[in-house]
């Protein structure tokens, strides 16, 4: 078999999971194999795209696709199982009309250029939240880039309706990873503001849930980065501004998808800001070698030196490789590298080495113990021997300190991103940083369907799968909410 023909064959099998899911399921029982601990009480809920199309028009790209959230109630050893579109009017547009009137991250449905130029600086423009989850004090939030997040119900996933920050702080763009801060409890975010003086307003919201944002720091910029994420540790926050940026103004004049207005400029480097949390002064900017990454794995400091963890690839090629025809057609898929960057803001130094010979993607740590702070184990997904002519296709436990990896795979089975659920204390448990166990969603391509899979998180050993009576769209991050509906947990 020629390696056209291989990556076609590969194709086939994870092109399962780029497919609209039409149908709602009403909370079901699911099939349970193996033994899931007594301890494992709560709801996994998941977030991603499941709608590709508008009648006969699709989407560009895998971040275009309507959201569709997941839950997974497990209570006893037994699962149960619900989907549900997000009640938007972008996917009520391409639901029930069956057209694209949004623009989307990769998409833009054809406007007057009078409608162009005023549509991105609009506040109210309508989000798809297909990316995260999060809590603001007791709501449920639904979360994209568009500083527009979407509040549902946990229990039903009916819809509630946009929070509507009450503040002035603007900005178009942001980033759907809201970190929590390590001493306050505080939501930590950043909205980028285009103009003719663009700058990123860092913030942060109160834990008790109310919806104004409180200014903490500002940078000003002339060519705004895309940056999906973003570090924080207990004194900082810092901006790792890839060399993936925009003219501003392209963004209300060129009339093409927002990503497309981005230029690579690799001469400019990354550029790490870094701002005191407190005053909100930037401390330093540090140059280090040009890289891109979509996601950071965590962030520390130790004296004077900080140290960033990304999922880092060599450049933004990553991005078109994500479009639906070229993951469609089997293109070469690259491969995120665990990297860690050394920072020293009194030299002025930026060092960067790698962490492991592994991919890793869509990376999860225990995160409510280790956030912001220093950490041995990460967990993601990633691509068997490295191949780039298949999808993520294993598990990966990386143990930061030495290197070394522990991996999960099934022949034909794909997974999403994995979300450690720490045990709690007491119980005889020793309460290391890798007691508890990791839930991820896998697509069997054989079956046509997908699974809830447990690993213990210490052996990434299989503890138990409930079996999904349909194939799961791929998704992108999802939180695990004990029965108190707590924070985000692990």
């Not at 959230?69 to 209570?75: E, G, I, L, N």
């Not at 009640?87 to 623009?103: K, M, N, W």
């Amino acid at each position: 078999m020629s390696t056209a023909q291989r990556g076609r064959a590969v194709m086939a099998r994870f092109s399962l999971g780029l497919q609209s899911l039409d149908d709602e399921t009403e909370p079901v029982e699911l099939p349970v194999s193996g033994c899931l601990p007594e301890w494992l009480n709560g709801t996994l809920l998941r977030n991603g795209p499941a709608k590709f199309e508008a009648g006969a028009t699709g989407f560009r790209h895998w971040f275009d696709g309507q959201a569709m959230v997941h839950r997974f109630a497990v209570d006893g050893g037994r699962v149960r199982y619900a989907n549900r579109y997000l009640d938007t009017p972008s996917s009520r547009a391409v639901l029930t009309e069956g057209r694209i009137r949004y623009q989307e991250f990769a998409t833009d449905p054809c406007r007057s250029l009078f409608a162009r130029f005023f549509t991105p600086f609009q506040r109210a423009r309508p989000a798809n939240p297909n990316v995260n989850i999060a809590r603001f004090g007791d709501r449920t939030v639904a979360l994209t880039e568009s500083p527009l997040p979407v509040e549902f119900a946990p229990d039903t996933l009916a819809t509630v309706g946009v929070v509507e920050y009450d503040d002035r702080l603007g900005g178009q763009l942001t980033t759907a990873h809201p970190h929590q801060d390590p001493v306050t409890g505080d939501l930590v975010n950043y909205v980028t503001h285009f103009s003719r003086r663009s700058e990123y307003r860092v913030y942060r919201q109160r834990p008790d849930g109310t919806p104004r944002r409180e200014l903490l720091g500002r940078h000003r910029v002339d060519e705004p980065a895309y940056m999906h994420s973003f570090a924080i540790t207990s004194r900082h926050v810092v901006l790792v501004e890839f060399p993936l940026v925009v003219n501003p103004f392209r963004l209300l004049l060129s009339g093409r998808p927002f990503i497309e207005n981005y230029r690579w400029k690799p001469e400019r480097g990354t550029r790490f800001v870094v701002m005191d949390r407190e005053g909100g002064q930037v401390r330093a900017v540090l140059r280090g070698p040009a890289c891109f990454a979509f996601h950071h794995i965590n962030a520390w400091e130790d004296g004077g030196r900080l140290f960033i963890d990304l999922c880092a690839y060599d450049d933004a090629a990553v991005i078109e490789a994500l479009s639906l025809d070229s993951l469609r057609g089997g293109d070469a898929l690259p491969q995120a590298m665990p990297t860690r960057f050394a920072l020293e803001p009194e030299a002025g130094t930026v060092t960067a080495q790698p962490l492991a010979a592994e991919s890793l993607e869509l990376p999860r740590i225990a995160y409510r113990r280790h956030n912001g702070r220093p950490y041995r184990y990460a967990y993601g997904v990633g691509s068997r021997d490295r191949r780039t002519d298949d999808f993520f296709n294993q598990l990966v436990k990386l143990d930061v300190g030495d290197g070394g990896t522990l991996l999960w795979h099934e022949e034909g089975c794909y997974p999403g991103e994995p979300v450690f659920v720490a045990a709690p204390p007491g119980a005889g448990r020793d309460g290391a940083e890798d007691d508890g166990v990791v839930l991820a969603v896998v697509l069997r391509a054989a079956t046509a369907s997908s699974y809830l899979l447990a690993l213990d998180a210490r052996t990434f050993r299989e503890l138990a799968r409930a079996e999904v009576p349909h194939a799961v769209p791929f998704g992108f991050h999802g939180i695990f909410l004990r029965e108190d509906r707590a924070r985000d947990v692990g």
